[in-house]
C-alpha cells in the first residue's frame, strides 16, 4: 500500500520557468511533509517542509503548499535552474510514531537551459 | 559541522557472507535512522534507533537483519548471509533530539551489491 504517491516520473521545464511538482497521500494521521533533492550517487538533502497546520511554506525559490482536504502538496521551484536537475522525493511523517519518513517514489527534474 | 558520514560507500559481498554498514550521525543528533532505496523505488524505512536503544524497527526484514546503536560508536545495520536480493543502497538519517516534528539529514549511503 503505497501513502505517499507521485504520479509523474519526470518533468522537464525550461531554464527561467516555474518548476511544480505533486504528491499525493492517502493517510490522514500524516502530520509533517518534507521535500528531498537527490543526485546520482548521493544522499537524499532536504530542502523543504510543512507542518499539517499550515498550507504554505516559502524558502527562496521553493515554496509548499499542503491542501488537506484534497491531501495533496505541491513544491513549485521559481525561477528554475539548471542546478535544480535531480530527483525529488515528497516524504511524509506522523509524530505520534518517532518522525519515521514515507517516501514516494520520485520524479526526475530536468531543467533545461 | 561534519554532516552524516557512512562507510563504506560502496561494499561488494558473496551470497552468503555478511554486510556491515556503518553510520555516524551529525554532531549533537541522537536518533538515527535507516532507509533501503532498490532501483526505480523511493526509500523505504527500516529501523530508528536512539543511542543503546531500538525505536522502531517496523520496516527490518525479520531474519537476517538486525541495527543497533550503541552509547560510543557509530550505528551499525548487519546483514547476515546476503542474498541478490539484498543489493540497494542504503542510506541513514539523523536528526537532532526532543523536537516534535524533525528534518531528517541523509548520509551519501552505501552502495551494496551482492554477487
Known amino acids: 500500500d503505497q501513502q505517499v504517491k507521485q504520479n509523474s516520473p519526470s518533468l522537464s521545464v525550461q531554464e527561467g520557468r516555474i518548476s511544480i511538482l505533486n504528491c499525493d497521500y492517502t493517510?490522514?494521521?500524516?502530520?509533517?511533509f518534507l521535500w528531498y533533492k537527490k543526485y546520482p550517487a548521493e544522499g537524499p538533502t532536504f530542502l523543504i517542509s510543512?507542518?499539517?497546520?499550515?498550507d504554505k511554506n516559502e524558502d527562496g525559490r521553493f515554496t509548499v503548499f499542503l491542501n488537506k482536504s484534497a491531501k495533496h502538496l505541491s513544491l513549485h521551484i521559481v525561477p528554475s535552474q539548471p542546478g535544480d536537475s535531480a530527483v525529488y522525493f515528497c516524504?511524509?511523517?506522523?509524530?505520534?510514531?518517532?518522525?519515521?519518513?514515507?517516501f514516494g517514489a520520485g520524479t526526475i527534474l530536468r531543467v533545461k537551459s | 559541522n561534519a554532516g552524516v558520514m557512512q562507510n563504506p560507500r560502496h561494499l561488494v559481498r558473496r551470497r552468503g557472507q555478511e554486510a556491515r554498514l556503518r553510520c555516524s550521525p551529525m554532531?549533537?543528533?541522537?536518533?538515527v535512522y535507516w532507509y533501503r532505496q532498490l532501483p526505480e523505488e523511493g526509500l523505504k524505512f527500516m529501523v530508528y534507533?536512539?543511542?543503546?536503544?531500538?525505536?522502531?524497527e517496523s520496516g527490518m526484514p525479520k531474519e537476517r537483519f538486525s541495527a543497533e546503536f550503541p552509547k560510543e560508536g557509530p550505528s551499525i545495520l548487519r546483514i547476515q548471509q546476503v542474498v541478490r536480493g539484498d543489493s540497494a543502497a542504503y542510506f541513514c538519517?539523523?536528526?537532532?533530539?526532543?523536537?516534535?516534528?524533525?528534518?531528517?539529514?541523509f548520509g551519501p549511503g552505501t552502495r551494496l551489491t551482492v554477487l
Open positions: 538519517a539523523s536528526s537532532p533530539p526532543s523536537r516534535v516534528y524533525n528534518e531528517q539529514f
Open positions: 493517510n490522514s494521521m500524516f502530520d509533517y
Open positions: 510543512i507542518s499539517s497546520i499550515k
Open positions: 516524504a511524509a511523517s506522523y509524530s505520534l510514531y518517532g518522525n519515521k519518513l514515507v
Open positions: 554532531k549533537g543528533h541522537s536518533h
Open positions: 534507533l536512539q543511542k543503546e536503544n531500538i525505536i522502531d
